[in-house]
C-alpha cells in the first residue's frame, strides 16, 4: 500500500510515472547486459573475431575530445569545414573524411559501420544509466517493489570488467540520483548493496590508477608485484600472474598493455581498459589514458561532494535550514545566524548550473 500510494505521488507529478513498473525491469536488464558485454568470457569472444573486435573499442570521436588539445570538439573532415558526420544526432549520416584514429572514412562503409557500432553502443549505457536516475529522480525507483535492489545488484555488476569512461558514467548519471534521492525509510535496505562494492571498487580502482602514473609508466614487473593485493575482489591475482609476462614485454608499452587484455581485468590496467586502435599515436594514447583517469577522479570527488551536501541542491538546503522551531542559531560548517533570520541567498541562483553537477569536483 504504501508503494503504491508512493508511485501514485509520482504519477501526479509526471504523467509517464505509470510506465516505469514495465521500463525499470527491461532497464535492469538492459545494464547487465552491457556490463556483461565488457565481462571476460564475451569480451574475449568478440576480440577474437576480426568481425567484432572494434565493437569493444573506444570510438574516433570520444579519442578525439580526449586527445586534442586545440579545444576543437571534432574531428574536421578532409575537404571542408564541417564537422565528422558521425556525432551523436546523425549517427546515420555518411561523410567522408578522416578521424583521429587515422582511417578515412570515404574508404568505404566498414568504417563507418564499426563507428556507428561503438557510439551506439556508448550512448545506450548513457542512457540506460540517465533512466535510472530519473527513474530516481521521479520517486518511481523506490516506489516499484523491488525494483531498487535490482537496480542497485545490476550497476554493480562486472564492475572489475569495466573501463573508466564507463565507470564514470555510472557515477554521475546513475549512482549520484540514486543516492541522493533515495527515501530515509528505505537507506538500510538499498544502499548498502551499491555503495559498499562501489565505493570500494572505485577507491582500490583510482589507488592503483595513479599508482601506475607516479611509478612505473612502462607496466613493469615491479610495480605490478607491489600494487597487488590478497582477495579474489581485488586486482592481486590477475596482477601477479601478468607480472612476469608484462616485465618482459622490451620497450613497447603498447604491447604491454595488449598483453595484459586476457589475463588483468580492465579496472586494474594502466589503460584503465581503454581499446584503442593500432593507428593512434602513442602521444594521443597517453592523453587519452591520462584524461580518463582525471575524469574519473574528477567525478568521483564531485559525487562524493554532493552525496556529502558539501555542494549541489542539498548543501544549499542545509545552509538556509532556518533550524527548530525555538532554536537559537543554526550553524553548518562555521556558518551560524539567529533562528528567524532571512536564509542566506544562494551563490548558484540564477545561474546555469544544476545541483547534480554542483562544483565539478
Keep these: 500500500e504504501a508503494a503504491a500510494a508512493a508511485l501514485a505521488a509520482a504519477a501526479a507529478a509526471s504523467p509517464l510515472t505509470d510506465l516505469w513498473p514495465a521500463v525499470l525491469p527491461n532497464c535492469v536488464v538492459l545494464v547487465q547486459s552491457l556490463h556483461g558485454v565488457w565481462g571476460a568470457e564475451c569480451s574475449q569472444q568478440l576480440r577474437a573475431s576480426p568481425a567484432t573486435a572494434h565493437v569493444l573499442g573506444m570510438s574516433d570521436q570520444e579519442v578525439h575530445l580526449r586527445s586534442n588539445l586545440s579545444g576543437v570538439t571534432q574531428p574536421k573532415v578532409a575537404g571542408g569545414d564541417g564537422a565528422a558526420g558521425l556525432g551523436a544526432a546523425g549517427m546515420d549520416s555518411g561523410h567522408g573524411g578522416s578521424n583521429s584514429s587515422g582511417h578515412e572514412e570515404g574508404g568505404g562503409e566498414g568504417v563507418q559501420l564499426e563507428e556507428m557500432r561503438r557510439r551506439w553502443l556508448n ?33 554493480v555488476s562486472e564492475l572489475e570488467h569495466m573501463e573508466h569512461r564507463h565507470l564514470s558514467l555510472l557515477l554521475k548519471h546513475a549512482a549520484e540520483p540514486f543516492v541522493l534521492h533515495c527515501p530515509p525509510p528505505l537507506y538500510d535496505q538499498v544502499l548498502p548493496p551499491l555503495l559498499g562494492p562501489l565505493l570500494g571498487h572505485t577507491l582500490q580502482r583510482l589507488s592503483l590508477a595513479w599508482h601506475h602514473f607516479q611509478n612505473d609508466p612502462d607496466l613493469g614487473a615491479a610495480a605490478l608485484t607491489a600494487t597487488a593485493s590478497s582477495g579474489s575482489g581485488g586486482p592481486g591475482g590477475a596482477l601477479a600472474a601478468a607480472a612476469g609476462s608484462v616485465g618482459g614485454v622490451g620497450g613497447s608499452r603498447r604491447a604491454a598493455e595488449e598483453a595484459q587484455y586476457h589475463t588483468v581485468a580492465a579496472a586494474w590496467r594502466r589503460d584503465g581498459g581503454a581499446v584503442l586502435e593500432a593507428t593512434v599515436s602513442d602521444a594521443d594514447r597517453d592523453l587519452v589514458i591520462d584524461k580518463t583517469r582525471r575524469e574519473l577522479t574528477r567525478t568521483c570527488v564531485s559525487v562524493l561532494g554532493v552525496w556529502l551536501a558539501l555542494t549541489g541542491d542539498l548543501a544549499r538546503a542545509f545552509i538556509n535550514y532556518d533550524g527548530p522551531a525555538g532554536a537559537n542559531d543554526c550553524v553548518l560548517g562555521g556558518v551560524g545566524r539567529a533562528h528567524g533570520q532571512a536564509p542566506l541567498a544562494s551563490p548558484f541562483q540564477g545561474s546555469s548550473h544544476s545541483g547534480g553537477g554542483g562544483g565539478g569536483g
Design 123 to 155: 550512448e545506450l549505457r548513457t542512457l540506460s544509466y540517465a533512466l535510472i536516475g530519473t527513474a530516481a529522480a521521479q520517486g518511481a525507483l523506490f516506489a516499484v517493489p523491488g525494483a531498487a535492489s535490482a537496480v542497485a545488484a545490476a550497476l
